[in-house]
């Protein structure tokens, strides 16, 4: 069985060099610690987590609040956030919300029950002023959600020009009526989507009516019956804009079963790039979110404020988007001038 003088020796290092990245102390260089973590995977040496912990007083895990794990691009997010904790030494548990403000709440508690060393949330439906004082406890990151008001580090891409870029794009194919389809609470996050959008409509001088604001669709049984909404109520309605690429495939698919052509009839635009988009014929157009990157920063972020309590400010990374044109919307021959 390896031990850590062989892990030392292996990587070139002292003993309290290994030691200290064991035990997740600051005074390393990034280019020591991943030798040395290197060194414990080809020796296959496993330290002792129990009496690290005790010593530490560190849980050694992350909690991610998510709204829930179904949601592709969440599942994505997840993926990259547990192997990024673990080069670090942490693991993450996984907290579905469900949009709840109280299991919001609840899952908050284990950072003030020590039983978690800090919190990402990548949703929030509960006020700031509710979320803050578990700051107390242990540090807070956002990740894809974002409050003005919020003193802790935020990584995000800019929803707000995203949802923008993809209202433009719709209106210059000709799009004249075009309904806005999204669901889950009003979060900061939503309000920044459907102001980018509506700011577009505005500039475009197109009107935004009630019946055009869908505010409960999730996944692709809710695009399912979007689809067959517009249908029988609002058959005036080309072109829609989704909060998911799972809303767009539920749409485009009933759409393929009735007399109704995606993009000639209706152009649909999804979001976050998750794989169904592909799948989908036609391929959907849709908003790609740089995921690994950001799930990266974001537990580099944290780790980061656990080593080093009080020492990092504030501060909002905010990441490029991209919207990638497909099928669902190609170019129609009445597009604006």
């Known amino acids: 069985m390896a031990t850590i003088e062989d892990v030392a020796k292996l990587a070139g290092l002292s003993r309290t060099t290994v030691s200290r990245v064991i035990n997740d102390q600051p005074y390393v260089t990034e280019e020591k610690r991943q030798r ?175 019946e055009l604001n869908i505010d409960w669709a999730i996944d692709v049984s809710d695009g399912q019956k979007v689809f067959h909404l517009i249908r029988s109520d609002f058959p005036y309605i080309d072109g829609v804009f989704t909060g998911s690429d799972e809303v767009a495939a539920g749409l485009i698919y009933e759409a393929s079963s009735s007399d109704w052509k995606v993009p000639e009839d209706l152009a649909v635009v999804g979001f976050d790039n998750q794989m169904v988009s592909l799948l989908m014929v036609p391929s959907v157009t849709t908003i790609q979110q740089p995921v690994i990157q950001m799930a990266d920063k974001t537990v580099e972020v944290l780790i980061q404020q656990l080593l080093h309590p009080g020492a990092i400010a504030p501060k909002r990374y905010v990441y490029p988007h991209q919207l990638l044109l497909r099928n669902s919307t190609k170019r129609r021959e009445a597009a604006i001038q």
């Open 36 to 210: 040395i973590v290197q060194a414990m995977k080809d020796l296959g040496y496993v330290p002792n987590s129990s009496a690290r912990r005790l010593r530490s007083q560190k849980t050694e895990t992350i909690a991610v609040l998510l709204p829930r794990v179904t949601n592709p691009f969440f599942g994505n997010l997840i993926e990259a956030m547990e192997q990024k904790a673990s080069e670090w030494g942490y693991q993450v548990i996984v907290c579905q919300t469900h949009h709840s403000r109280k299991k919001e709440i609840d899952y908050l508690q284990l950072l003030k029950t020590k039983q978690v060393d800090g919190v990402i949330m990548a949703s929030l439906v509960n006020d700031w002023k509710d979320v803050e004082p578990y700051l107390e406890s242990g540090p807070i990151v956002f990740c894809n959600e974002y409050m003005e008001d919020a003193s802790i580090p935020m990584i995000h891409m800019d929803h707000k020009t995203a949802a923008y870029e993809a209202a433009v794009h719709l209106l210059e194919q000709g799009c004249k009526h075009i309904a806005y389809a999204s669901g889950g609470p009003e979060s900061h996050l939503g309000a920044m989507r459907k102001q980018g959008f509506l700011e577009a409509l505005e500039e475009y001088g197109r009107p935004f009516l009630d």
